[in-house]
């Protein structure tokens, strides 16, 4: 069973929408990746959050950790349909295993 | 910054064929790896992980008879598909943890490999 749950599965917005995707765990997480990917395809890393309250942004998305460090947001300002893709978070367990959530496919209609 | 590769990027078999996906640390050193795969539309699964000088642990579900891991140094671990099915189809990726934890607040760096295509005819 996913152990990073993942919402929306997926969503489809209209260019220049405002979207957000969420990540839920059920434990605390040591660091939080965010990526995006096609299917075939490998990763692109967006950003990584590893403190309780961290957020960091990169161009037009930004990524906020809460301060309990179990929940983590994906925002898209103004999305393009370049922004398409699935999104995937991923954290590390205790044993250094690294999982990743159940992913949300975003399109972006022009 | 650290790589990892895979190879092959893509590979077409015959069912019953066996199919052997490397990956490869290539400026550091991995005592761990793991290994996805991806159906389309959905997300990437943990199958395994491989264990330098051990046996591989496998996620529950995972036939490790059908996936056999191979850590042979730091720097390669390799998974071979046995008798591989048109089900097998799937895209492959590996990833390789860098640095240590220094704390339970830290997290490893997890670098990944562009991924292996698989299609089983």
């Known amino acids: 069973s996913q152990e990073l749950e993942q919402s929306p599965q997926s969503l489809i917005v209209q260019e220049g929408k405002n979207l957000t995707i969420n990540c839920t765990s059920s434990k605390t997480l040591y660091g939080l990746y965010w990526y995006k990917q096609k299917y075939g395809e490998g990763l692109i890393f967006l950003m990584m959050?590893?403190?309780?309250?961290e957020e960091k942004s990169h161009e037009k998305i930004t990524a906020k950790l809460d301060e309990k460090k179990q929940q983590s947001s994906l925002h898209i300002t103004a999305s393009q349909p370049s922004h398409a893709g699935i999104y995937l978070c991923?954290?590390?367990?205790?044993?250094?295993?690294?999982?990743f959530g159940t992913g949300t496919s975003l399109t972006v209609i022009p | 910054g650290a790589v990892v590769s895979q190879h092959p990027s893509w590979v077409i078999c015959k069912s019953g064929t066996s199919v052997k996906i490397e990956c490869r640390s290539l400026d550091f050193q991995a005592t761990t790896m793991f290994w996805y795969r991806q159906f389309p539309k959905q997300s990437l699964m943990l199958m395994a992980t491989?264990?330098?000088?051990?046996?591989?642990?496998?996620e529950q579900g995972v036939e490790k008879d059908k996936f056999l891991i191979n850590h042979a140094s730091l720097t390669l671990s390799t998974l071979t598909v046995t008798s591989a099915h048109p089900e097998d189809s799937s895209f492959y990726i590996c990833?390789?943890?860098?640095?240590?934890?220094?704390?339970?607040?830290?997290?490893?760096?997890?670098?990944f490999g562009p991924g292996t295509r698989l299609t089983v005819t």
């Open positions: 991923g954290a590390e367990k205790d044993s250094n295993q690294f999982y």
């Open positions: 491989s264990n330098e000088g051990s046996k591989a642990t496998y």
């Open positions: 990833s390789a943890p860098l640095g240590g934890r220094g704390s339970r607040d830290s997290a490893y760096e997890q670098y």
């Open positions: 959050l590893q403190k309780g309250g």
